[in-house]
């Protein structure tokens, strides 16, 4: 599944029961966990040892959960819990009517609770017809960075050299930022029906465009 290799298929169920009594979830999430899925599995587990992969910084093992709803409905905040509660690297994917969305997590252990993980950020992908995880390094680290810049909207055509996932999520957010602030401007342009007013937005669009080419050529 999601093509993956065989060696790490899983097929592990993960209880209501058990994210109910461990999990400290909020009123949100249980409503979530209880209303809208109908079960959770483990289906992949990447981990040192399996098809030559090797534990680097920390990233000890991926695992895959595919979460199956009863109907189509927003679980970003369960997904968001779940992530804290599982203190592996996690990639979660939803599936309703054949159709699936993928979410993973920016994530790191806990200095308090090394049995938790603080969530720096949640990414999803769209719905689609097929999820494809597929990976060519053995490095669980490239893996799991690789598929958070998979999930990074606004860079799927852009090719970044920069490796460091940090640095990475910095130009996204920056990239994303600036996209924004340009068409603030182009609105205000359009709506401006004198020429000379509309300077000032032209030449501000005109700086944070240069910006812009200097992210995406990085």
Avoid at 108 to 126: I, M
Avoid at 165 to 188: A, G, T
């Amino acid at each position: 599944m999601f093509n993956l290799p065989k060696e790490t298929e899983y097929n592990s169920k993960l209880t209501k029961v058990d994210l109910l009594r461990n999990a400290r979830l909020s009123d949100i999430a249980k409503k979530q966990l209880n209303n809208v899925v109908k079960e959770i599995r483990i289906t992949n587990a990447l981990k040192e040892g399996v098809t030559n992969l090797m534990e680097v910084e920390k990233v000890k093992e991926i695992l895959i959960l595919l979460i199956t709803l009863k109907h189509k409905e927003n679980i970003d905040k369960l997904i968001l819990e779940m992530n804290r509660y599982i203190p592996y690297h996690t990639v979660c994917v939803v599936a309703f009517d054949n159709k699936y969305k993928s979410y993973v997590a920016n994530k790191a252990t806990s200095l308090s609770n090394e049995n938790n993980a603080v969530v720096k950020k949640l990414y999803f992908s769209k719905w689609q017809k097929e999820i494809d995880l597929s990976f060519s390094s053995n490095n669980l680290k490239e893996i799991y960075d690789n598929y958070i810049k998979n999930h990074l909207k606004g860079l799927e055509d852009i090719e970044i050299k920069e490796t460091n996932i940090e640095k990475v999520v910095e130009i996204h957010e920056e990239v994303q930022e600036l996209k924004k602030k340009i068409e603030r401007l182009n609105k205000l342009i359009n709506k401006e029906p004198q020429y000379n007013k509309q300077i000032p937005f032209y030449k501000e669009k005109q700086e944070l465009e240069e910006r812009l080419n200097e992210l995406i050529k990085y």
